[in-house]
C-alpha cells in the first residue's frame, strides 16, 4: 500500500540517521592513546578488557535478541541507545582498569540490544510496504552510509583528540 511504502521511507530514514549518530565514533581513531596515555594502561589489560567484552556481546546476545521479539524494536533500541551514552560516560570520565571494564560491560550491553535488531527493523518497514524483496540493496546502502559517516567522525575525532583525549569521547555521548 502507498501508505506501508511512505511509512517505510520513513522508517528507513530515520534509521539511517540513527546508525550514522550511533556510529559517529569520534573517539574511534584514539581509544587505545587514550587508554594508554591517559589512563596508563598497558597492553595486556587492554586486550583483556577486549577479550571480556567480546565474550560479554556472546552472553547477551540471546537474551536481548528474545527481548526485542518479545517486547519490540522501539524498547530494544531505547536500551541499546541509553547503555550506549552511559558507556561512553563512563569510558569518558574513566579514572583505571575497572572504570573501563564498567564502561565494556553497558558497551556490550548496547550493542547486543543492537545486533539483530536493527536488522529486523528495517526488514519488517520494508515487508510492512510489500518490498522486502529490496532488503539486502537497502541494508547495503544503510551499512554503506553508515560507514562514510564514521569515516568523516574518524577525521573529527582525531581533531578534537588534540585537545585532549577525553573530548571526542564526552561529545559522542551528545549524539
Same mark, same amino acid.
Given at each position: 500500500?502507498?501508505?506501508?511504502?511512505?511509512?517505510?521511507?520513513?522508517?528507513?530514514?530515520?534509521?539511517?540517521?540513527?546508525?550514522?549518530?550511533?556510529?559517529?565514533?569520534?573517539?574511534?581513531?584514539?581509544?587505545?592513546?587514550?587508554?594508554?596515555?591517559?589512563?596508563?594502561?598497558?597492553?595486556?589489560?587492554?586486550?583483556?578488557?577486549?577479550?571480556? $567484552?567480546?565474550?560479554?556481546?556472546?552472553?547477551?546476545?540471546?537474551?536481548?535478541?528474545?527481548?526485542?521479539?518479545?517486547?519490540?524494536?522501539?524498547?530494544?533500541?531505547?536500551?541499546?541507545?541509553?547503555?550506549?551514552?552511559?558507556?561512553?560516560?563512563?569510558?569518558?570520565?574513566?579514572?583505571?582498569?575497572?572504570?573501563?571494564?564498567?564502561? $565494556?560491560?553497558?558497551?556490550?550491553?548496547?550493542?547486543?540490544?543492537?545486533?539483530?535488531?536493527?536488522?529486523?527493523?528495517?526488514?519488517?518497514?520494508?515487508?510492512?510496504?510489500?518490498?522486502?524483496?529490496?532488503?539486502?540493496?537497502?541494508?547495503?546502502?544503510?551499512?554503506?552510509?553508515?560507514?562514510?559517516?564514521?569515516?568523516?567522525?574518524?577525521?573529527?575525532?582525531?581533531?578534537?583528540?588534540?585537545?585532549?583525549?577525553?573530548?571526542?569521547?564526552?561529545?559522542?555521548?551528545?549524539?
Amino acid at each position: 500500500t502507498e501508505f506501508g511504502t511512505l511509512e517505510a521511507q520513513r522508517n528507513i530514514r530515520w534509521y539511517l540517521v540513527f546508525r550514522i549518530t550511533y556510529e559517529f565514533g569520534l573517539w574511534f581513531p584514539i581509544w587505545i592513546l587514550f587508554l594508554t596515555s591517559e589512563l596508563g594502561l598497558t597492553f595486556t589489560e587492554i586486550m583483556v578488557l577486549e577479550a571480556a $567484552f567480546q565474550a560479554l556481546i556472546v552472553v547477551f546476545e540471546v537474551p536481548m535478541g528474545i527481548f526485542a521479539d518479545r517486547y519490540g524494536r522501539r524498547p530494544a533500541f531505547m536500551i541499546s541507545v541509553l547503555s550506549m551514552a552511559v558507556s561512553l560516560t563512563l569510558f569518558g570520565l574513566a579514572m583505571g582498569f575497572w572504570w573501563i571494564f564498567a564502561s $565494556f560491560v553497558v558497551w556490550a550491553l548496547a550493542l547486543s540490544s543492537l545486533n539483530g535488531t536493527d536488522g529486523a527493523f528495517v526488514y519488517e518497514s520494508l515487508l510492512g510496504a510489500g518490498r522486502e524483496h529490496e532488503f539486502s540493496r537497502v541494508l547495503g546502502r544503510l551499512t554503506t552510509a553508515t560507514m562514510a559517516g564514521t569515516v568523516v567522525a574518524m577525521g573529527i575525532g582525531g581533531w578534537l583528540a588534540t585537545f585532549g583525549y577525553r573530548l571526542p569521547v564526552l561529545i559522542h555521548v551528545g549524539l
